[in-house]
């Protein structure tokens, strides 16, 4: 979901307003609660937020809901509301996967989700080559010829690779995979900015384009291992990581 944010300033400062209070008031408290604000203090009760951001109760109810569907807080009676660990947070949220990433970023994160890419994409990949239509594969092969057109200076070379991924989850024809397409370009975006720095180039064109021949051609175990090819690359070079800037 794609939500315009104005205006927002960390917390303890009120959230100025913008075009959706409700939103804003998520995004200010959502960010706090992952960079460990309330790590070390309880979290606000309904009453304090209200006052603490200069919003309506039902504005603070409504956004602490939000985070309760999202992991980030649960409550108890006579506790009241609570920060919930990390590990019952919804990390295949969008929101919730966008501040973790904007966060001091760390190796383990982004390790861990191209260690998850590498169980999703290959198969995608395979069922691609199996399934994919005529519209499906043109579709990943206009994204492989935006990353050649911004490789060349035309266009931007993130979106393009982001593009080609998405593409190849689409064309697998399978709903849950096609699920991850929400996921992708967020967590993608902080991994392929990050690699591409330490390799001192884009993404390899050759790799893709591998991927995107076995699919046309329709050989699924060439296709699945391309896609493993192409991501235990970038694993390799977060190994060789120590830290991100």
Do not use: C
Request: glycine letters at 6%.
């Amino acid at each position: 979901m794609t939500r315009t944010v104005e205006n927002i300033v960390p917390a303890p400062e009120r959230v100025v307003l913008g075009r959706n209070l409700t939103y804003g008031l998520l995004e200010t408290l959502g960010r706090s609660i992952v960079v460990g604000e309330y790590r070390e203090k309880p979290f606000p009760n309904e009453a304090e937020l209200a006052e603490m951001h200069g919003v309506s109760r039902s504005v603070t109810r409504e956004a602490v809901k939000m985070l309760t569907a999202k992991g980030l807080l649960g409550a108890r009676p006579k506790q009241g509301t609570f920060v919930q660990p990390e590990s019952a947070w919804a990390l295949f949220d969008t929101d919730v996967l966008r501040w973790l990433l904007d966060r001091k970023s760390s190796i383990l994160l982004v390790r861990q989700f191209n260690e998850l890419r590498l169980g999703v994409e290959p198969e995608a990949a395979a069922l691609a080559a199996q399934r994919g239509n005529l519209a499906d594969i043109e579709g990943i092969a206009i994204a492989l010829d935006r990353m050649q057109h911004a490789e060349r200076g035309d266009g931007d070379a993130l979106d393009a690779d982001i593009a080609f991924h998405v593409a190849v989850l689409i064309a697998s024809g399978n709903p849950f995979l096609v699920q991850f397409r929400s996921m992708v370009p967020t967590a993608l975006r902080t991994s392929i900015r990050y690699t591409n720095r330490i390799a001192g180039r884009t993404a390899s064109i050759s790799d893709h384009a591998a991927v995107h021949e076995a699919i046309a051609a329709g050989d699924a175990a060439a296709a699945k291992q391309a896609m493993t090819v192409l991501i235990e690359d970038v694993l390799r070079l977060i190994e060789g990581m120590t830290d991100l800037p």
